[in-house]
């Protein structure tokens, strides 16, 4: 069993700095353009001559409304015809990288993300979920997990009983705040009973698993406004919960500019809605799994911490790393064995590239051997909070404290403070030091130093 966390204010105030959320290493940022679809087409050869299992990731950028916090990549319109050119092109894309993959390599995870995939008709969700069918081998028999996210404003039971009829198992439902005011500050009006409604249709439904996701640090929020909708949100008994710290730059993200940051809650605010709802989880029964994300524990991420085997990927926390993830649709990333790349973020662009019959790759990355190891080092500890040398020692031959000798100040440093431990053996993230594992990682981090931490959100 897993220690506690323990909330120490003193470490957050020194180690809360910005840096990656390390959903991949290297990140997103060190993508290039000198990779691209030739690459591409190489690791899927790869994929196909070793059989591995799939992940798909799918990304349906449409909007109806837009939510001022957002920083995803999205077409705000209430035009539902403009989904039908796009799908042309998707199906186009499914096409063209299945016919360099084997129809044995199994999808073991799907994932429809956005926007709102929900913005598609019942029979465009039909359509695409039909092609996926045709060309990749999902799974006929529900072991998978096969999940969407859903906007409550943009689905019923209706919905709900289509999304399950074609195999989807999990659901990810954007909740963010209940509290009116905070929900009129940043666009998004949305009642507690439209999240319960589908929270209900996706039990009796029997979809395996919800996750709800919260926001703190939004305009409006109090702690108290906070705390009442968490409160709220522990009664509907999600699965798993994702609570996210609301990074506010105006200066990247177009929509934040209607937030007035003077509506912003100041950092001690911020600090203290973190400390009462990690509280609040923890009375009712949820495990911290790390990097905002919570879970039941019997839920398969809790589960997969305790028996070691949890992973981490473009998609977050997963029991699927092993699996190489094709990413599919407009800014959709791939992980492929040692290549990361990413399509066009243009949507014209992404849509006149496969028109072309040319996958739509803009960028992407191909790991070399440091990489990988500080990949694995990074892995292990935002996953398991340790880190044992001579596992790294004997996956990559190499003495642990020679390669990272240049570190050893700085995690010395680490231990004297109380946020981690540290001997000739291995790194363990204490409880006062698991809410700053990120802080932890970014040591390892061999790029952080090239780039403006501004880029990033801070740990907390």
């Not at 039909?130 to 409550?152: N, T, V």
């Not at 911490?305 to 800014?331: A, K, M, P």
Request: include cysteine.
């Amino acid at each position: 069993m897993l220690d506690d966390l323990r909330w120490d204010a003193d470490l957050i105030r020194r180690y809360d700095l910005a840096g990656p959320r390390y959903t991949s290493y290297p990140t997103a940022v060190q993508l290039h353009s000198e990779v691209g679809s030739f690459d591409l087409l190489h690791a899927l050869r790869e994929s196909r001559r070793a059989v591995r299992p799939l992940s798909l990731y799918v990304h349906v950028p449409f909007c109806a409304n837009i939510c001022y916090y957002c920083a995803c990549n999205k077409v705000i319109t209430k035009d539902r015809a403009r989904a039908l050119p796009y799908l042309q092109r998707l199906e186009q894309e499914i096409q063209l990288i299945a016919c360099h993959l084997d129809p044995k390599q199994k999808v073991e995870q799907l994932h429809f993300g956005g926007g709102t995939p929900t913005f598609l008709s019942h029979v465009e969700l039909r359509q695409l979920m039909a092609s996926l069918r045709q060309h990749f081998h999902l799974l006929d028999d529900d072991s998978g997990d096969y999940g969407i996210e859903i906007d409550p404003r943009e689905a019923d039971w209706s919905t709900m009983g289509l999304l399950r009829e074609l195999g989807f198992n999990r659901v990810s439902l954007g909740v963010q705040d209940l509290d009116p005011v905070v929900q009129r500050a940043v666009n998004r009006l949305q009642s507690l009973e439209q999240t319960r409604t589908l929270i209900e249709a996706a039990r009796t439904l029997q979809f395996r698993s919800v996750n709800l996701d919260l926001i703190y640090g939004l305009p409006k929020q109090t702690p108290e406004g906070f705390a009442r909708t968490v409160e709220e949100v522990i009664r509907l008994q999600p699965d798993r919960l994702s609570v996210f710290n609301y990074a506010h730059l105006p200066e990247r993200f177009m929509p934040q500019r209607r937030i007035d940051s003077n509506d912003l809650p100041a950092p001690a605010a911020k600090l203290e809605m973190l400390h009462a709802t990690i509280e609040q989880l923890t009375n009712a029964g949820y495990r911290y799994i790390g990097m905002d994300h919570f879970a039941l524990p019997d839920d398969e991420l809790a589960i997969a911490q305790e028996e070691g085997t949890l992973q981490r990927n473009f998609q977050g926390y997963t029991t699927h790393g092993h699996c190489d993830l094709i990413g599919l649709g407009v800014s959709a990333i791939s992980q492929i064995g040692d290549l990361y790349c990413q399509n066009s973020s243009d949507l014209n662009t992404y849509k006149e590239t496969l028109s072309s019959a040319q996958l739509a790759t803009q960028r992407g990355l191909l790991c070399n051997q440091d990489d990988r190891i500080r990949r694995a080092v990074i892995q292990q500890l935002i996953c398991h909070f340790e880190l044992e040398f001579e596992q790294i020692e004997r996956q990559f031959t190499l003495d642990f404290r020679g390669y990272f000798n240049a570190l050893w100040p700085e995690l010395q440093a680490m231990h004297r403070d109380g946020l981690i431990s540290l001997d000739s053996k291995c790194i363990k993230v204490l409880p006062a030091g698991r809410l700053l594992v990120r802080s932890v990682c970014m040591v390892f981090d061999a790029y952080l130093g090239l780039h403006n931490r501004q880029r990033f959100s801070r740990v907390i």
